[in-house]
């Protein structure tokens, strides 16, 4: 075996191998290259060998970023508002700020030095990145992290830490799950089974989910804490014949704080501390999914921030809570997903129960601990607050100048939903006119744009998107004859 004597001979090593990436790197770069090739031809040959389930993608194909833009193949340049679904915190290398090439910097000298391994053997890796968690959700020390890939893969570990804690910690033999409707938590055949009922009959129509499967979800109104409170008193007949409370079965909530994916829906304030207050009481957990709002997404590291007093003023609350996080936590360069909860609950998951080939690698933790450093100091958090509260007023004036456009704007930081009032246009109609004056903006649930920038989006690129909005809604009012009022219309 051999071993290095010296930290010095270490580095030598390791200059050396950034020499030689250096060295790779230009020929891997003109081998990406695609000139000459039209996007209708490379979307018709990844048709041509891709399962069709994003035969609805946006039809440009993005040839490179450039901090908050995408430039496409044929040199057209878009603003990016989808930034992979959150998964982009800080833009793509190229940004003002160097955000982004700090974070491919850390996973580059951490690539050429030790890359992945599985969770085999330990890496000095991992601790750092586990602790960054713990500190920056709040949960500290008393905090533990079970890492993953993707967001799906730790919905499915906190079901499964949640369910193995009710049976060991309260003897519930078959425990049931309660979640919201309107949901969205992932893709996997389980996850699917939570979903509402529509969504559920769509599923089961094309076969991806089946009734024995659904037998251990309850579901109830999101936003309403008491709702959920008389749905644990309420009775069920068990397998003995006796009547029976929900909240003798109830292993836990999964929950997102703000609802992204039904379209940018925001509960009433309070609701999120009631049911942590609600799940202390009743002894149950209460996960929040902060997948897509966590990580300064909406203001605040996360979004449970925004109501929950810390862990050192009420650890009762933080006892029964878990939270789930992901995309943006690699930065916008690599998978990575955790969940993180109290020492006492994470136990259940005991060695050997569950495992993860990618959860914590070495490139994902030097992703994590770069991203987690530039959230916790670098001011982008309150940049979100900040930016965020003037491009969701910008909107909001915006749909009292051009009224019958917008039915409402909802949202927090830079988590925004525009919902398109369908007696002026289907939401894909404006969503193609956005496209057309080079903004990148998705619809969700059919009738709402989902505009969800770069943390450290600026002043001016905010501007250009309320523009950059303004003009869609005149081209499609052009195109649809609507006229309004002229001391209103400002283009």
């Known amino acids: 075996m051999t071993t290095f004597q010296t930290g010095a001979e270490a580095r030598e090593i390791a200059r050396q191998r950034a020499q030689q990436l250096a060295q790779a790197m230009l020929p891997a770069i ?30 440009i194909v993005a040839a490179y970023g450039d901090g908050a833009y995408v430039v496409d193949v044929e040199g057209n340049r878009y603003l990016d508002c989808i930034t992979g679904y959150s998964t982009r915190p800080f833009g793509f290398v190229g940004g003002e700020d160097g955000a982004a090439m700090e974070v491919a910097a850390a996973i580059a000298a951490q690539m050429i030095t030790l890359s992945i391994t599985s969770r085999a053997y330990f ?25 993953s890939s993707g967001g799906a893969e730790a919905v499915e570990t906190a079901i499964q830490m949640t369910f193995a804690w009710a049976k060991q910690h309260k ?46 979800v309850l579901h109830v109104p999101y936003g309403d804490a008491e709702a959920l409170h008389e749905l644990l008193e ?17 292993a836990g909530f999964l929950v997102e704080p703000i609802q992204g994916e039904r379209g940018i829906y925001v509960p009433d304030p309070g609701y999120l501390y009631q049911l942590a207050e609600l799940a202390a009481q009743e002894d149950i957990m209460v996960i929040f999914d902060e997948i897509q709002t966590g990580l300064g997404r909406t203001g605040k590291m996360l979004a449970i921030h925004h109501e929950l007093p810390s862990r050192e003023e009420r650890p009762d609350l933080w006892k029964h809570i878990a939270v789930i996080l992901g995309k943006g936590l690699g930065g916008g360069f690599v998978p990575s997903s955790a969940v993180i909860a109290d020492e006492e609950v994470m136990q259940v998951m005991e060695s050997g129960s569950h495992g993860s080939t990618n959860g914590g690698n070495p490139l994902a933790a030097a992703a994590g601990v770069k991203t987690l450093e530039l959230l916790a100091e670098n001011g982008y958090v309150e940049n979100a607050a900040r930016l965020g509260h003037k491009l969701k007023l910008g909107l909001e004036l915006m749909g009292e100048r051009y009224p019958g456009v917008f039915k409402d704007v909802r949202g927090k930081g830079l988590l925004i939903g525009v919902e398109i009032d369908p007696a002026f246009a289907a939401a894909d109609e404006l969503n193609d006119a956005l496209l057309k004056n080079g903004l990148l903006s998705k619809v969700t649930h059919g009738k709402t744009l989902r505009i969800a920038p770069p943390l450290n989006i600026t002043e001016k690129e905010v501007g250009e998107i309320l523009a950059r909005f303004e003009l869609a809604v005149m081209d499609v009012a052009r195109d649809k004859g609507v006229e309004f009022p002229p001391q209103i219309a400002r283009l």
Request: charged share 25%; with cysteine; aromatic share 6%.
């Open 171 to 216: 003897g519930i033999e078959d425990p049931v799950i309660i979640v919201a409707d309107g949901n969205f938590h992932g893709r996997t055949s389980r996850i699917k089974t939570l979903a509402g009922q529509e969504d559920y009959d769509d599923y089961k129509r094309i076969g991806y989910v089946h009734d024995d499967m659904r037998a251990h």
């Open 123 to 147: 890496t000095e890796t991992l601790p750092p990145f586990l602790g960054a968690i713990c500190d920056v959700t709040g949960f500290g020390a008393a905090g533990r992290v079970l890492p």
């Open 234 to 250: 309420q009775e069920y007949i068990g397998a003995d014949g006796k009547p029976h409370k929900n909240r003798d079965r109830v």
């Open 30 to 59: 003109e081998a990406m290259m695609t000139e000459g090739r039209t996007a209708a031809e490379i979307i018709a040959e990844e048709r041509g060998v891709s399962a069709p389930n994003y035969a609805h993608a946006t039809p």
